[in-house]
């Protein structure tokens, strides 16, 4: 995307801003209706709302001919509303506002004398009767006050639903990013705003972010359920509303540090027997983070600057240097921003911001896929600091009191390398490049030799959107557009083209890749129009909405050199929807409704549902299977293999001596065009995957400040992507009898004829029947809300749910395997209905988790704080049969709910372990293995579970007041009973059964829940 057609894209959103509406931003709305002492409603009642919030200072709204107001584009903040009409008293209440909800406000108005004011006692809002939206909010005071790692994700995995992919003990994570998953939803459909305008970036669909400073944040909301048609996706939305400069100069500065004599063991002996040789802990954390605010002319224009240093050292469990020493990763994020606000006139504001990040990491052996290091100082990666950042403007005009138009546009850009350390890339095609590809022992989880295919990445996300919303009568409509555009480009190199896997040390077979790649794929349009109306009927308060989408992504053309298995040199066309009839140009609607109703009248108990179909976000995903330069693998058998794997620490580290990794020792690769364009015929009628989400539940308010949930929530997958290769029927595939290593039970695999081996595929891409592919959601939750005098707060939640996945279709990858494998069908219904035969499943159970926060004042300025998490262990390492993206939805159960695996990899060499529960100990299990290597899994999901995380943290702080000056020091205790919940372990067999019997703890832990730790923090403002 030239910077040309980004202007241009721009300017084109200014003439559209009377006909459209955009995201929904920080802004809240408030609303509410005026009677009489007699209960007649009260239409020309002027109100007003004021507060320091508003660079204008205040909104001003007059009651319809049913006595009811709304005043739109609120932002978060105290805010004082004044209802007034001559011959009645004046009423002034004071209510809190968070961000992104409707604030009720009614009042009564008593006949009086013109001067007279009624000064209403101040309210928090809690049961909102007007939206269905359920935002878990975090005030400026609240991120201060919580034991968190103060990163987004770390403060969102505390909303009731949420699930989070690793925790995050006192900020060790605060480096790399973690994931949020809710309610069946992947991270992928979340959705990240800031100042209400869309910073998903293009990396794996938008499902990666920029780092957004903390000190940048005035509030936080995290909204899990009825997603407006504002958004695409289903999942979490996570809005970020920045600060304002403020009409007084303003700071704050946060000095957070961990050092390494702050951090506890809990390595126990259970551990030791597992095989766990060291200690995952932390060996220093350091988060400085700042902000100075204020006005360059007082109500005209106001600045914030902000700035940020994360540090984090930490030790891996299973990882030395040569030395004998632990590997530690070490990885630093500088981060800048800056942000103006300046209203022009009384009608009209204009806002920018920049943030800026820099990220270096030297070695990544905790983040680098969770696997061990023989020897950290080759066998890792290390990512050097390029290019991270937001840039992004809005113009917000309140045109009259009930028209309020918007426009913006956002840059967000992600660059950045992942590479080998110096000295470990080779020459391609020499033999030093052949033998110093990377080895992985499954069994052990352990990696030599080499790190993982080297990376360098260029995202590139444009969005502009333009807004309006227009208040009449008991009606609130908008309507909007947006659209995002942008580049993914990757490039992608390794050693050898593949890496070598081992069993216990035991050549098992090889990984290839189709490296080099040099991939070029581009989103054109991700374009949505949207219009919503909230209208009232009686207590009952509609909202309902319809978006309209149309995606279009296409491929760059394309060129690689030769690759060792992918041929060449590749040039390959440019790919659109003209090339290839229905890669994407999508063109869908996504209607969704919801409603409350107030039960008794009175604003305290609501009864809410609602009912919408969302469509899965997309960047670039949609034309990776008719991309020939995304990176695929493909396990093929190896044949001249050397007797061991590198076990050693010999002076040059630890590598390879011996033949046996070249060309010559390579088995032939079941799909003959690897690494080409494979001619995927796409069905003319091949639709977008989308969901269908429902909820309804109650919230009541059991007392002023305190509201309690609880909700039903069921969501349903549809029209997921389906591959059939024709050249091979499902004639092709012979039955054979093996035997579970672990009980003996006979299971049946299926070899591929000789044939059929080899053959150019027919690739046929369409939608999965749902009789065959579906992933379905069930979950129930309650959650209470506190708001409690003094600043005191308690955020909790319980969730019990599940997810059912059901993949029986033999979907396969067309740029891999190429194969409708039989083999897939293996456990592959999770409603214990299909295939039963293959492989039962006895139930998948219900999983719960639960959530608290609260902060309580004391005595003498002290106060004192906690959170907890309370979930089953996220399965980072499930995987299930044959393991590829073809079953991503099995995958996704799994590791949401935390099942345990055993992988059986096989191919024709391999053999029985010695002592197994078969019949043959020792024998060969499947000479006949004609497509090379088959993973066989040996345990029903759900019939082992990974242990329930409970993660307490504590804090102590003193607030000291000094005039305008506040100073805080405070000391937080993180996974205060120090938990040492295994979060990854091996679960591949190898040569013995011993970990992977019924009742034995299971594989080998690659990495176990970071100890006990205590962060000082001081923290100024003024």
Not at 102 to 122: L, N
Request: hydrophobic share 35%.
């Amino acid at each position: 995307m030239t910077g040309k057609r980004y202007a241009r894209c721009c300017f084109g959103v200014l003439p559209m801003v009377a006909l459209f509406a955009s995201l929904a931003s920080a802004q809240s709305t408030i609303s509410g209706q005026v009677r009489d002492s007699s209960g007649a409603v009260m239409p020309g009642v002027k109100v007003e709302a004021a507060s320091e919030a508003l660079i204008e200072r205040s909104r001003t709204e007059v009651t319809n001919e049913n006595g009811r107001y709304t005043i739109v584009d609120v932002r978060p903040g105290l805010y004082t509303i004044t209802f007034t009409l001559p011959g009645f008293s004046t009423v002034k209440q004071q209510v809190t506002v968070p961000a992104n909800v409707s604030v009720p406000v009614d009042a009564e108005m008593r006949i009086g004398a013109v001067d007279e004011t009624v000064t209403v006692e101040a309210r928090v809002a809690t049961v909102d009767v007007e939206t269905t939206v359920r935002p878990q909010v975090l005030t400026r005071s609240d991120m201060d006050a919580l034991p968190t790692a103060r990163n987004p994700q770390s403060m969102g995995s505390y909303t009731p639903g949420v699930h989070l992919n690793l925790p995050d003990v006192g900020g060790s994570q605060q480096i790399e990013q973690t994931y949020m998953i809710s309610h069946g939803n992947p991270s992928a459909r979340d959705t990240y705003l800031l100042d209400g305008m869309m910073v998903n970036t293009m990396q794996n669909d938008g499902q990666i972010q920029i780092y957004i400073d903390n000190a940048l944040m005035q509030e936080v909301t995290y909204n899990n359920a009825n997603n407006s048609v504002e958004v695409t996706g289903g999942g979490v939305v996570a809005n970020f509303v920045p600060r304002d400069g403020g009409n007084e100069p303003h700071g704050n500065l946060f000095l957070g540090w961990i050092p390494s004599r702050f951090v506890a063991s809990n390595i126990d002996p259970t551990l030791r027997n597992r095989g766990v040789t060291g200690q995952s802990a932390v060996k220093r954390i350091e988060d400085f983070d700042g902000s100075l605010g204020g006005p360059f002319k007082k109500d005209k224009l106001w600045f914030l600057l902000s700035g940020r240093k994360q540090l984090t050292f930490v030790q891996a469990a299973n990882s030395f240097y040569l030395n004998g020493q632990p590997g530690v990763e070490r990885s630093y994020i500088y981060s800048g921003g800056l942000r103006l606000t300046y209203q022009i006139n009384s009608k009209n504001k204009f806002a920018a911001m920049w943030t800026r990040d820099w990220k270096t990491k030297e070695q990544d052996v905790v983040t680098g896929g969770q696997v061990a290091d023989v020897n950290p100082l080759v066998s890792s990666l290390e990512r050097s600091p390029k290019m991270y950042y937001v840039l992004q403007g809005r113009w917000t005009g309140t045109l009259t009191p009930r028209l309020l138009v918007q426009a913006g546009a956002t840059l967000t850009k992600l660059d950045y390398n992942i590479l080998y350390h110096t000295g470990v890339g080779k020459t391609p095609f020499t033999p030093d490049w052949f033998a110093n590809a990377q080895e992985l022992d499954l069994t052990l989880n352990a990696r030599s030799i080499a790190g993982a295919v080297n990376t360098y990445s260029k995202y590139d996300r444009y969005l502009w959107n333009t807004s309006a919303t227009y208040v009449t009568g008991s009606h609130q409509v908008k309507f909007g557009i947006q659209d995002t555009f942008g580049i993914a480009q990757v490039d992608n190199i390794a050693n050898g083209d593949a890496y070598y896997q081992y069993t216990n040390g035991i050549p098992l077979n090889i990984l290839v890749y189709n490296t080099p790649t040099y991939s070029k794929p581009r989103l054109n349009h991700d374009l949505g129009i949207y219009g919503t109306d909230t209208w009232h009927v009686g207590r009952v308060s509609v909202t309902a909405g319809v978006r309209w989408e149309y995606l279009s992504a296409q491929v760059d053309p394309q060129s690689a050199p030769a690759g060792r298995f992918s041929g060449g040199p590749r040039n390959f066309p440019k790919i659109d929807c003209s090339v290839i009839k229905g890669m994407s140009c999508f063109k869908n609607w996504s209607p969704r409704i919801g409603f409350v109703y107030d039960l008794f009248g009175d604003h305290k108990t609501a009864v809410k549902g609602g009912i919408g179909k969302f469509n899965s976000p997309i960047a670039t995903g949609v034309v990776t299977n008719f991309n020939p330069m995304t990176q695929r693998s493909q396990t093929i058998q190896w044949l001249n293999r050397p007797t061991t794997a590198c076990q050693s620490h010999d002076p040059i580290g630890c590598y390879p001596h011996g033949n046996g990794f070249g060309d010559g020792d390579i088995g032939p690769n079941p799909n003959p065009r690897f690494g080409q364009i494979n001619g995927v015929n796409l069905d003319p009628h091949f639709h977008r995957e989308y969901q269908w989400q429902y909820n309804a539940g109650v919230q009541r308010e059991l007392r002023r400040g305190v509201t309690m949930n609880f909700i039903w929530f069921h969501g349903a997958n549809y029209q997921a992507i389906h591959v059939d290769n024709y050249a091979v029927p499902s004639t092709a595939w012979t039955p054979f009898t093996i035997y579970n290593p672990l009980d003996g039970t006979p299971i049946t695999v299926y070899n591929l004829q000789p044939a059929y081996f080899g053959l150019t595929p027919n690739l046929h891409q369409t939608n999965a029947p749902q009789s065959r592919r579906s992933n379905v959601y069930n979950g129930y939750e309650s959650s209470v809300n506190a708001r409690l005098p003094h600043g005191a707060f308690v955020l909790a939640g319980w969730t019990i749910d599940r997810i059912r996945d059901r993949s029986c279709d033999m979907n396969t990858d067309p740029l891999s395997t190429a194969l409708n494998d039989p083999n897939s069908l293996r456990y592959c219904d999770q409603n214990g209905e299909l295939y039963q035969d293959l492989g039962r499943i006895s139930g998948i159970p219900y999983r719960n988790e639960f959530k608290l926060q609260t902060n309580v004042p004391v005595k003498w300025g002290l106060e004192v704080n906690a959170s907890l998490y309370s979930d089953p262990v996220f399965s980072t390492s499930y995987n299930v049969n044959p393991g590829n993206i073809a079953q991503a939805g099995a995958v996704l159960a799994g590791q949401v709910q935390g099942y345990k695996t055993v992988l059986w990899p096989i191919t024709p060499t391999v053999r029985y372990p010695a002592d197994c529960n078969c019949p043959n100990p020792g024998g060969l299990v499947d000479p006949g293995l004609t497509q090379g290597a088959e993973t066989i899994t040996l345990v029903p999901p759900g019939s082992r579970l990974t242990p329930r995380l409970n993660q307490l943290d504590l804090g102590v702080r003193k607030v000291f007041h000094h005039d305008k000056f506040t100073t805080m020091g405070e000391a937080q205790f993180f996974n205060v009973t120090n938990s040492n919940a295994v979060l990854t372990e091996s679960y591949t067999l190898g040569s013995s059964i011993k970990p992977y019997v019924a009742g034995a703890p299971g594989g080998v832990p690659t990495a176990v829940l970071n100890p006990r730790m205590i962060r000082l923090n001081v923290q100024f403002k003024f």
